[in-house]
């Protein structure tokens, strides 16, 4: 269980999206930029393909199940390396490792206190290779310096911590994962590595061939280079296929968007707020209102379970409200209704808040698509849910019944309620689809595994996903936005809608999205000249 958004105050979010863009270390020189490269459908990523080189000592006659087993856990290390070098790697925890390239070298260890009795092992030696996103900062870097940790790295995790990690809340919370927060690009780690590979030197001096150290056994931190090739990647402009989704997928005369927002506090530190003190609330609040005005019209239409989301009592006051909007006002804006103070504004706040949460909305709001030269009623349905957490009740119900699905919440390190291993076939609607997981490292945690889940693959799914953590700050506007371009009769492009989705403060344009891309849109055949739609 992980964090999937890190919550952070304006400014250090600010300097948090300058660090993800930072080029690693300048030890590693560029020997293999590329001009002149396709875009990937992303605006601040460019996919490579990865590769790295590893080793494990195992005993002898260790079974290749075990030596999978010691691989793998060795490179799910290198996802934390990656993670904090603004790499995004696509298979989970970097478990696909391929047996085939395993090279086995019978080795005789030797340990300086008994050095008559060498021990017999075998050395393993491995490449893992992947698909990656890096930032267009490092859109010319074919080479960065990291490292790997060596075996039963996990209980060694209180030397890891002040040695090779950030060292701050977030390392500390996930000191228990010490593989999710190893950065072995900091300063205090090189001194470290510095000294334990001067100690295995020193140690091998006067070894025969076939012969290691047992220091070299027991290393804790293992240098690696990992290797980033270019792909080739289509320039063509990709759009969705919004003739499909305004003809109607899982509801006949409708085109349904489904938007699941999570609680959001710092679940990892043991966080609990009240509900409308909960930064996910107040996202909430701020896509819907951009959601609704991208399409004005919206009107509330069904609440479940049922109640009056427009009347509330507090002490002895009773409050009314004379639409949806004007709740999102009072929430967003201060604008208080009649009876409401500043002394018992936070009272309302929260009789409101535990009212909404855990029940799904629906608005609606009819419009005229033309298409083909005919016009048809179309309905546009939202499905709203706030308040998710570990529970896939609210993600499966909507992804069902949805022919768009936004997700923004945490991650949970990928096994909270959006864990591939939760869903089957059946959990999707044959229907076209587009599916946005805003939550941290989904790119990691879902694409990968969500494609083959769905029905005809990518020719029946668009799956958005950020290759790096997303933020709490600006998510609700940012995915309300994202929604909004769908459904505002612009029939804008994919890279268009992820422009009018990155994060902004105060309409200024940060061009932060956590290396956001689109996948499965490559088989998309719709063009607004070949199809004009008009949405009135």
Request: proline content about 5%; charged content about 20%.
């Amino acid at each position: 269980m992980k964090l999937s958004l890190t919550r952070l105050p304006l400014m250090m979010l600010l300097a948090a999206a300058t660090t993800m863009a930072c080029a690693a270390p300048s030890d590693d020189a560029d020997d293999g930029a590329e001009s002149g490269e396709d875009d990937l459908t992303s605006l601040t990523a460019r996919q490579r393909k990865l590769e790295f080189a590893g080793y494990v000592y195992v005993d002898e006659g260790t079974s290749d199940s075990e030596i999978i087993r010691q691989v793998k856990q060795q490179t799910q290390s290198a996802f934390g390396a990656l993670r904090t070098a603004t790499v995004g790697v696509n298979s989970r925890e970097l478990k696909d490792v391929d047996p085939a390239t395993f090279l086995k070298t019978p080795v005789s260890v030797v340990d300086p206190a008994n050095p008559a009795a060498p021990k017999k092992m075998v050395k393993v030696a491995y490449t893992f290779t992947d698909n990656a996103l890096v930032p267009t900062t490092m859109a010319t870097r074919s080479v960065i310096s990291l490292a790997l940790l060596g075996k039963n790295y996990a209980s060694q995790s209180a030397k890891i911590l002040p040695e090779c990690t950030d060292n701050d809340k977030e390392a500390r919370e996930f000191v228990g994962s010490v593989w999710y927060v190893f950065n072995p690009s900091v300063a205090t780690c090189k001194p470290a590595m510095t000294a334990e590979q001067q100690k295995i030197d020193s140690d091998r001096r006067g070894l025969a061939a076939g012969q290691v150290p047992v220091s070299e056994v027991n290393r804790l931190y293992i240098p690696m280079q990992a290797k980033l090739r270019a792909v080739t990647q289509s320039t063509a402009t990709k759009y969705p296929e919004y003739d499909r989704l305004y003809s109607g997928g899982v509801e006949q005369g409708k085109l349904v968007v489904g938007m699941v927002s999570g609680m959001m506090a710092d679940w990892a530190a043991g966080e609990h707020h009240d509900t409308f003190e909960d930064g996910g609330y107040d996202m909430w609040y701020q896509g819907l209102r951009e959601v609704f005005k991208a399409r004005p019209g919206f009107k509330l239409t069904a609440i479940e379970p049922q109640v009056d989301v427009l009347k509330y009592k507090v002490g002895t006051t009773n409050v009314s409200f004379a639409s949806f909007d004007d709740l999102i006002a009072f929430e967003l804006d201060n604008r208080n209704p009649a009876g409401i103070t500043y002394s018992n504004r936070n009272a309302l706040r929260k009789v409101i808040a535990d009212t909404l949460v855990r029940h799904y909305l629906t608005f609606e709001v009819p419009v005229q698509v033309t298409m083909g030269g005919q016009t048809k009623p179309v309905t546009i349905k939202l499905q709203s849910y706030f308040g998710a957490e570990t529970d896939s009740t609210p993600h499966k119900r909507l992804i069902k019944t949805s022919d768009i699905f936004v997700y923004n919440g945490h991650s949970y390190i990928g096994y909270g309620p959006l864990d591939p291993s939760r869903f089957q076939a059946t959990d999707f609607p044959a229907s076209y689809q587009v599916l946005n997981v805003n939550g941290c490292v989904s790119y990691n945690y879902y694409e990968k595994d969500y494609i083959p889940l769905k029905q005809g693959g990518t020719k029946n799914l668009d799956l958005v996903t950020n290759g790096l953590e997303s933020w709490v700050n600006e998510s609700g506007p940012a995915m309300g936005r994202f929604v909004g371009a769908f459904i505002d009769g612009k029939q804008s492009s994919y890279k268009d809608i992820l422009k009018a989705s990155q994060f902004t403060y105060f309409g200024y344009d940060w061009g932060m999205d956590a290396l956001r891309v689109v996948d499965g849109e490559l088989d998309n055949k719709y063009t607004p000249t070949r199809t004009p739609i008009t949405v009135r």
